[in-house]
């Protein structure tokens, strides 16, 4: 699990908010077939104080995130001997690496390429050719608005689930349920405002944030999973408006 209160300490011990500090405890693990994207993205992460370990297809990079860890994964799509969506499902099945970000590198943009990713658990899905400035600004942004998550309330207790964000589980009657981090900060925000209807844009802006941009259709997969995985009768569809947690 990523331990944010140590990359609050890293992003922030300098300057105002948005400013950047040290960040060489912060591990990104860039997974790629193309050698020019892996060096190019090496560079500039390495440049900014990332640490960066490497891998060039999918088996090796499956191998790689369990050993290295990383707080965020760069993954292509398109590669050799295994997928980026496979390697994705692969990842996330590792309990250590259930709330690692991971933000695929496509040259794809077909709207199912895009789905699918966030299927298996993508956080962000960044088109080729990849602007480096740009990218590093997203990838600064996505831990800061986690920290700033994380400094909210870290508990909700409503009906008979308690959501809680400090260990990213639901205890649900006595029983536990974990959920990939993108699902389970969408049950957290829609519990701790319950009987109130999100549009789906409301909740793209808050559980992804405006830097990102991602499917509205990307809701509707995320909320299928949490319904799957913690039962029907919680999150109820406001037909033409989106979304609502039932209290009762």
């Not at 050698?35 to 090796?60: F, P, W």
């Not at 050799?80 to 709330?99: F, K, S």
């Not at 964000?165 to 969408?186: C, D, H, M, Q, W």
């Amino acid at each position: 699990m990523i331990n944010f209160a140590r990359i609050k300490n890293i992003l922030f011990t300098k300057g105002s908010l948005g400013e950047m500090s040290e960040k060489k405890n912060i591990k990104i693990l860039v997974v790629d077939d193309e050698q020019d994207i892996i060096e190019i993205l090496t560079y500039n992460l390495q440049k900014e104080g990332y640490e960066v370990a490497t891998a060039s297809d999918g088996v090796q990079a499956v191998k790689m995130a369990a050993k290295f860890l990383p707080d965020l994964i760069l993954l292509d799509i398109m590669m050799p001997n295994q997928d980026g969506v496979e390697t994705c499902r692969q990842i996330r099945e590792i309990e250590a690496l259930q709330h690692t970000y991971v933000v695929f590198l496509t040259a794809r943009s077909e709207e199912y390429s895009e789905v699918a990713a966030f299927e298996v658990g993508a956080d962000d899905y960044i088109n080729k050719p990849i602007k480096p400035r740009a990218l590093l600004s997203r990838i600064g942004a996505m831990f800061r608005r986690e920290v700033k998550k994380e400094q909210e309330s870290s508990k909700v207790s409503v009906r008979d689930l308690v959501i809680d964000r400090n260990s990213y589980t639901i205890n649900k009657a006595g029983s536990t349920i974990v959920l990939p981090k993108k699902e389970f900060e969408l049950l957290f925000f829609l519990a701790k405002s319950p009987n109130m209807v999100f549009s789906r844009d409301d909740l793209l802006q808050n559980i992804w944030g405006s830097d990102v941009y991602v499917l509205a259709r990307t809701v509707d997969v995320h909320i299928r999973k949490v319904r799957e995985k913690i039962g029907d009768d919680y999150i109820t569809t406001v037909k033409g408006v989106g979304y609502k947690f039932e209290l009762n």
